[in-house]
């Protein structure tokens, strides 16, 4: 093992720093203060935190909970490529891939990908273009054809994932083989799901007389196994061991992206997250986005109790951020140890979900306002819009300012018996309702304004949601890059898909399955045999019968 | 007011009841015993309990709590269309909808509807359909098509639901107007999103040279209003007030649906719901599926704290079911005092969030398994596939058994330790590591098998979940069938939509908004002037700047 790891590495318990317990008191003494407006322009968005608990003696306390957690040197570690990634021994250079100066090796793949799709889109090759891949393999590229291509595009991609036959089927179905390009992206090129259902794939290109090396493209960081697999070694892209999947859409995987909404959008994307990455270096702590929000969601979560974080983009375009910030979240936060192994001592990440308004409105605001506990909430706004209706727009952006303010502001009991009374009703039906009427208010959250949903913008989004997870990380001490909770679910698996049928899957039986040290649980890659609880037993038994 | 609300209703709170403190004693001390399977085969569907608690005894205590809130009782109520919507003094009654034995009204219109549909399809009607409505007018019909059409249908079937421009935009570009069907729904047609969309869409066929009454269908309470906006007699179908909006896929809500999967699917659904709602009727309590869920439900939250409630569908046509689910549990249990207006004293409804599996393992798995809570999971699979790759099905199956069986049964530190050994690792980092591979285990969840994925069986999910919020809200006493949440925020977005430009909207300015006298909050249909915080009005002025 690195001595690293053993010896300098060994933060504090967190909960025994003085600054966490005055971070903490601060934190629970302080109200919201929406009538301080508290806000932080940076590069790409403007942030409104006066719907968080601040005040100058949380910053101060904030500040100090940093220093203790050897914040700075940290960054510095992180942004310089060293190991921070510690129970797995590497980086998370995702900076790297969008960093105006990468290294020529980055610099390399880049232009040979962007020339591969301008050679593409030169030759109107492709019009489908069928994506396989699964978590950061997926979801960062979904978010930014959704983005930029949601009033489609000439190119009709598709996104295949889930190991569920449904997918492929569906991904498949009615499309023209010979105008199909269909983009493999796998880190290890042993993920299940993308090389099951890549085989599926290149059975249908071959079942329509086409050669299947002509329409494959894959994105891995073990270029060997792709080649194996049977991709052409200059339609292979390249990324690198420290690029974790979760932060990998700087890289080639953006392929689809780029063949879906032009090369330069990922131009548009790298500068604005490095555009943040800078600001997260310069800018004072008490004005820096990343950081602020680190704060806000470490005191929501740890001292005021809040399990989750609702993300309400106003903005139909940015669907798929919500997965996509679930993603980056809860693998880098869903850990309860801290890097040396001990019980942090509080809550860590919260559960992340959300909706675009003002869908969420009509779907689960109700209990945002008067539910038991409510949640945090980051909502999401652009300035301008890109369609021609402006009523439209001033609609969607009063429906987000005011529900942002009804979660704050709550309605008190005597308002909301004034309210009925105005409505005409009778004074004893009034004081009946009137309970029913009442909302707590009181409810936190982040306002972040894009001025429009530009590459720029959102990079610089994405990048801010990247620093305030690994920021938090700091604070709580823990390992944001790994998860080891992913691993165990798939040793498990490999035991039970052996029980439910006779004939090994396609993926367990070619030589790349198992390949990666971390996926095996013994040398022949599957689980040693496990006794099953009763009902695991029940449900192996009765589906063995109905997967012939 | 009526004085059944005043008189009759009024349940003995919660937290005061000796049977709630029973039920909270005993599920507090029963552990998760996965090996007891605890099995209920209910029409369309089985679920186990096997990994929730459960006893003899717990069982019990759950009978003498639903007895102390006269729950057979509030049943019958429910089914018998009589008025269970305390605050807003109306009926619930969407049972009726799929009643064998429906009354003449509802019958003729479900045959109208069918038939219009039949002359649509055997005239080859309609290639392209914008379904335009949202929350109750739009999941449900989100979710039949993408579970039935997931590998495309021959008319393509466009969902638009957000105010923002970008929705209505995107869910026209492309399409041949000639060829086109608009959809509307609102239960009011007041609602803003839909009116405003819906508006886009006449203009648009009208830019066409097309009569846009030949290409508009309304599904409405309020035929009056549908007409007045230009919809032909013959083309507004009819809902009715006593259908909830949540609750409205068993109404001509459905009518895209019928157009673009077949109206025997909505048969299908109405059978197999229908064929739950006599399963709920009839069979004993500790048999009963929906009883069962919701006793777990109300000990996960309000007896073991657990905030939120995961839904991990393990078929990709499902996706959609989450925010269904979303929409049902969030706004009818999102509530936090009783139907007396009391606080009710423990925690109510939970987040419900999700994200079909495999993906899920790939997105947020990891914070299930390692995260400081986790959260109760409800595992749904089909035990037959409709494709014809059985090993991705097994794969698929496999999978969910071995995420479910990993969140109960946990990896202890030596486990851990022992793989660390076996995989090769010296002793010294083996102990570093194996605190980091270690799973807390005893993660509660149901799993709910479906012989397959028809419409039967969909319909009998549905209407599983429908019950089991009901009964939770029975124990609760809380109206789970109002949504006054939703109302507040709406009354602020009018004032702001104001502040925010000289024009008024086009939906403001019709005659039919603000119509409903419970989005009103004053006689003008504007909210009192307020005064705003430093932050909302900092973002109104600067906002107005971009609204030109």
């Known amino acids: 093992m690195s001595d690293r790891l053993k010896h300098t590495d060994t933060p504090a318990l967190l909960t025994e720093l003085p600054e966490w317990k005055r ?14 407006l508290d806000l932080i322009e940076a590069p790409g968005l403007a942030l409104d935190s006066s719907g968080q608990r601040h005040s100058p003696e949380l910053m101060a306390a904030g500040e100090a909970l940093l220093r203790a957690r050897d914040f700075e040197a940290q960054r510095a570690r992180l942004l310089a490529g060293e190991v921070v990634n510690l129970t797995e021994d590497r980086a998370a250079w995702h900076t790297l891939l969008r960093a105006p100066e990468s290294t020529p090796e980055v610099q390399a793949e880049r232009e040979r990908m962007d020339a591969w799709v301008r050679r593409a889109d030169a030759g109107r090759r492709w019009r489908h273009v069928v994506h396989i891949g699964i978590g950061g393999s997926d979801w960062g590229v979904r978010l930014a054809v959704t983005a930029f291509g949601y009033a489609g595009t ?81 339609q292979i892209f390249q990324l690198w061991d420290w690029v974790g999947g979760r932060f990998s859409l700087w890289s080639a995987v953006s392929l689809s992206t780029a063949l879906a909404v032009g090369v330069d959008v990922l131009e548009g994307l790298r500068a604005g997250a490095a555009a943040m990455d800078a ?32 993300i309400a983009p106003y903005d139909s375009r940015l669907a798929n951020l919500v997965p996509y910030i679930q993603q980056l979240d809860m693998e880098s936060l869903g850990k309860s140890v801290d890097v040396a192994g001990r019980p942090v001592g509080v809550p860590t990440g919260p559960a ?37 209706w402006p009523a439209h727009h001033r609609q969607l952006l009063a429906n987000c300012l005011a529900q942002r303010e009804a979660l704050m502001r709550g309605k008190t009991l005597a308002q909301a018996r004034a309210e009925c009374l105005a409505e005409g009703l009778d004074a004893a039906r009034a004081d009946w309702l009137a309970p029913h009427r009442v909302h707590p208010g009181g409810r936190p959250n982040h306002l972040i304004a894009l001025p429009r949903l530009s590459p720029y913008s959102l990079g610089a989004l ?30 498990l698996a490999r035991g039970i898909i052996a029980e439910l049928g006779p004939d090994a899957s396609a993926a367990e039986g070619s030589p790349a399955a198992g390949a990666d040290s971390r996926d095996r649980s013994g040398p022949d890659g599957h689980a040693p045999a496990v006794r099953h609880d009763a009902s695991t037993r029940h449900w192996i038994e009765r589906l063995r019968s109905s997967t012939p």
């Open 279 to 310: 600001h997260f270096v310069q800018a004072p702590l008490a004005e820096n986005a990343p950081v602020r929000m680190a704060l806000a969601g470490v005191a929501n979560r740890s001292v005021l109790g809040h399990g989750s974080l609702n």
């Open 23 to 36: 971070f903490a008191l601060t934190a629970q003494t302080c109200a919201p203060r929406p009538d301080a």
């Open 352 to 388: 992340v979900w959300g909706m675009p308004g003002t869908d969420a409105q009509h779907t689960f605001f109700q209990w945002m306002h008067q539910g038991s506990d409510g949640a945090p909430v980051d909502f999401i706004l652009c300035r301008e819009a890109d369609h021609h």
């Open 462 to 491: 994405l990048a801010l949601y990247e620093h305030r997870v690994f920021t938090q990380g700091v604070i709580w001490g823990i390992d944001p890059f790994d998860q080891w909770g992913v691993e165990y679910g798939k040793v």
């Open 154 to 234: 000439w190119r009709d991609v598709r996104f295949v994932a889930n190991i569920d036959g449904h997918a492929i089927e569906g991904g498949l179905a009615g499309l023209d083989p010979r105008e199909t390009l269909v983009v493999l992206v796998s880190k290890s090129f042993t993920t299940a799901e993308t090389l099951e259902n890549g085989a599926r794939a290149r059975e249908w290109l071959a079942g329509a007389g086409l050669d299947p090396a002509n329409h494959l493209v894959a994105v891995t960081a073990r270029p060997d196994r792709a080649r194996a697999w049977g991709v052409p070694e200059n």
